[in-house]
């Protein structure tokens, strides 16, 4: 009987099945999973923390801190991060929970990149909402910077 890399695979004892890693579907799964991190780095998960919907009102690091279940220390920590690399994978689930955003749901992406599109339609800058939070100046124009100053290549 052949578990595929179950409880047997967990133990250690391997079958032909479970030695056949990196097939086209788990490489395109893996490759698509790590392109939309890439694409949303933690920086700009954070950039894009709201609350409400069609009104949508930048969250504070504290604010964002109660609503992922977070340290204030570590979510300014992850904000700043280009990379998850260093973030867990139970960080990142609370982190992007708590921003109302996740890299990994298709509609939340396109949410961001039709607005950007929009954007660079109207020649206007693009996440103009943020300056309706009360924090803007302390909080996000940092990270704003923080992200315009960073090389194109290692963000996207």
Request: aromatic residues 8%; positive net charge.
């Amino acid at each position: 009987m052949d578990f595929h890399g179950g409880l047997l695979g967990i133990i250690g004892i391997t079958t032909p099945l479970t030695q056949a890693k990196n097939t086209p579907y788990q490489q395109t799964v893996k490759s698509a999973l790590w392109s939309h991190l890439n694409a949303f780095p933690p920086i700009k998960v954070r950039l894009l923390a709201h609350t409400g919907e069609n009104c949508p009102v930048w969250l504070s690091d504290a604010e964002l801190a109660i609503e992922a279940g977070l340290t204030l220390v570590r979510v300014r920590e992850i904000g700043r991060l280009f990379s998850w690399d260093t973030v867990t994978v139970s960080e990142m689930k609370k982190f992007c929970a708590g921003c109302r955003f996740d890299p990994t749901v298709l509609a939340h992406r396109h949410r961001v990149i039709d607005h950007e599109y929009r954007c660079l339609k109207r020649q206007s800058p693009p996440m103009q909402w943020l300056k309706r939070s009360p924090r803007y100046e302390v909080e996000a124009v940092p990270l704003i910077r923080l992200l315009n100053n960073f090389p194109a290549q290692h963000v996207a």
